[in-house]
């Protein structure tokens, strides 16, 4: 009986550490995704491509409130979109 419950238990333990896990995986991709959507925004500046909407805000709040309620593919997807934007703008 012993054994049942010591396995039961390190069970447990084992999805605990991975439901754990999953929110700090989202953090570190919504805080590329923020970093990457700032740095773009400020291209667009620069560049006077023009673009507008939510995507290209420059508040930070803005893209990481976005990114806490899409996917990692949601927001990696809207990211390259972006910067395909940007290389066309740029004339590449």
Known sequence: MT????RAALLVLVCAGALTLQPAAAQA???????T???Q???????KCGFEGAEWSTDKATHQEWCANVG???SRKAAQER???LITCAGG
């Open 3 to 6: 054994t049942v419950w010591r």
């Open 29 to 35: 991709t919504c805080d590329w995704y923020v970093k």
């Open 37 to 39: 959507s700032l740095e």
């Open 41 to 47: 925004q400020q291209r667009n500046l620069n560049l």
């Open 72 to 74: 990692p593919d949601v």
């Open 83 to 85: 910067e395909k934007a």
